[in-house]
């Protein structure tokens, strides 16, 4: 796990410059790479690479980068891991391409890979997550990629004079020449998603690399701007390959599971330094530490942060899992004061606006285990690929309801709703018969409710319900409209069952755009890195072979992923309502947070900046502030914009200093 950046461009630099602005972009990401640090150039062909490791796999300096090829044609920066990389070493050996191993670092195989293969070849054999910058000095042509999920960051775009690239936006900036605005349609997604979905970035003419892609740039295009953007892994494609394929028996369908994901975990389990794994107690976690300690002759490290409020604090749960399981359990007990602290860290740390407020716990269990191991594995996207996520039992359900009622009715309906405050909601949602409880179900009553009155398909429905701040509402001043892959149904199309429609929604948006920018961040905020085994596409390939009634029964999600886990784990350790990794963000907006969000969201402020109209805000912010609303979710991805726009003009970097 690595950091990188680089520019190319036309105009002419000695040597010694172009190093030295490279090394500085990459001192920019230092915390992602703390353990060493390198730098190229070529003045005349005007590329420059800088590089930051964190050193995983194999720790001498032959691992360190750039790295070049031993035939001298190839320098390479990667950040991630390929977890196969031992496998790939045995072909090439077998074919004769490597004449001798310098040492036995995965970008070294990775490398010798794009000399032997070729780059969309080796890449579609390869079984990792990363993001890399690759120059071919007898073509002049830069080659970026990114893995199959998203799982690693990778930005590129002009700015200045020059073609810019790397692992963050804060490596962009430190281009002596990079001044870029921010641009206001991505802005305007941002405000509706609480992230800046790909393709877009915060800043104007700088993009994210899709996952599953290779772009590549010549020498003679740089002038004309002209990129090649092409997929060697589509989830769409491998969607429909699977729904095409279905497993036909529960049995066939438990056994197939286990073992692709007990595979996908020994990958992962394998590092030159101490290495562990978050712990929540529910499904996903529980899986991948059970199947860890089931292949560990020593007990895993387990990670977990328990709060102090009632309703958000999920420890006595892992605590449980942990003892039967027998691993090394260490859990962070976190008071409102400690997760309030890391607030003023958040705009440097998420690099552009970032609003889900589980960022905050987040970040404080990888800061907890970075006490303790260099790397650890997380049970994220288990609901996306399994049906974990309450939308997937409800939302068909309630369209269905709603569907029948005329659309004056269904916004008296929503008013309803919103008149119960949301405590009350939250109440009822735990008493639901049968283990079927909601946590929650005030923000998810709130969500609903407001949105009521405009949906007119079921696909509207589940769109309502991954935007806040509504599309027509002009929010962000002098914005154009710009396109997501929400507003792509051919992604969708042909796939009968809605559940499965949001699924796949959900794998293309929600997961990349927010849940692994999320846990990214934080993790590499401290030089932690995180690994996903859900995320080896061979999981992910063979869950889109399950039949939906495989993934959702009687209400309840991860139905074979389950089955998998009670063979480790009693079931009564695992069955409870579906609960977020949450903190009271909206109790304390009207507590010890109320000045700081007064400062940000004043009126006077908010003209002066002119990005945002300040009468909406300042309307939502005065219904919160009375309890009978709850507008969490709108006013902290205000709140996160108007810190992170704070930050730029402070210069405060993510150590505090100036």
Known sequence: MCGFAGFFTTAPRTLSKAEAIATEMALAIKHRGPDDAGAWADGESGIALGHRRLSIIDLSAAGHQPMHSSCGRFVLVLNGEIYNHTSLRTELVKAAHVPAWRGHSDTETLLAGFVAWGVMDTLQHSVGMFAFALWDKVERCLTLGRDRFGEKPLYYGWGGNAFLFGSELKALRAYPQFDNPVNRGALALYMQHCTVPAPHSIYEDIFKLEPGSVLTLQSGNLLDRELSIKHYWRLTDSVREGMANPVQHETEAISLLDGVLREAVALQAVADVPLGAFLSGGVDSSTIVALMQTQSERPVQTFTVGFDEAGFDESPYASAVAKHLGTEHHELRVTANDARSVIPLLPQLYDEPFADSSQIPTYLVCHAARQHVTVVLSGDAGDELFGGYNRYFWAERVWNRIALLPSRLRQTLGTVIQQVPPERWDELGGMLPGGHGIARLGDKAYKLAHRMKTVKSLDDLYRSL????????????????????????????????????????DSLTYLPDDILTKVDRAAMGVSLETRVPFLDHRVAELAWRLPLDMKIRDGVGKWVLRQVLYKYVPRELIERPKAGFGIPVGQWLRGPLRDWAEALLDEQRLEREGYLQPAPIREIWQQHLSGRYDWTVRLWTVLMFQAWLESQNSGISLSGKR
Do not use: C, S, Y
């Open 466 to 505: 991954v935007t806040e701040w509504p599309q027509d509402m002009e929010l962000v001043k002098g914005a154009t409209r710009l396109q997501t892959k929400l507003d792509d149904t051919n992604l969708v199309a042909g796939i009968a069952e809605a559940e499965h429609r949001m699924m796949l929604w």
